[in-house]
Nanobody, 115 residues
Framework: QVQLVESGGGLVQPGESLRLSCAAS????????MAWYRQAPGKQRELVAA???????NYADSVKGRFTISRDNAKKTVYLQMNSLKAEDTAVYYC?????????WGQGTQVTVSS
């Protein structure tokens, strides 16, 4: 059974940083494309960043230069370092794993950016 457990969300002020973590189990992590999505109230879920098994990266234009996705295969964990946070980054952030045409989701972690 695949499980994705996110952590690291919280309330921060504009300009501050947060690091999200997603620990995976029940999956061959080394071959899995990992990604972070987010969903703000009243909006569709959107891709924030993705990292393939060969560490090819993809970022949404809105976070380029501020967010960094990385992975630690030994720990089966993917990270999202978020710097220079803005109010518009407020959302529930979801971890996603894709392998063999299947997609798995974590439960989400809330990130709120407010002064």
């Amino acid at each position: 059974q695949v499980q994705l457990v996110e952590s690291g969300g919280g309330l921060v002020q504009p300009g501050e940083s947060l690091r999200l973590s997603c620990a995976a189990s029940g999956i061959i992590f080394d071959f899995t494309t990992m990604a972070w999505y987010r969903q703000a109230p009243g909006k569709q879920r959107e891709l924030v960043a993705a990292i393939t098994s060969s560490e090819n990266l993809n970022y949404a234009d809105s976070v380029k230069g501020r967010f960094t996705i990385s992975r630690d295969n030994a720990k089966k964990t993917v990270y999202l370092q978020m710097n220079s946070l803005k109010a518009e980054d407020t959302a529930v952030y979801y971890c996603n794993a894709k392998l063999s045409f299947k997609s798995y989701w974590g439960q989400g972690t809330q990130v709120t950016v407010s002064s």
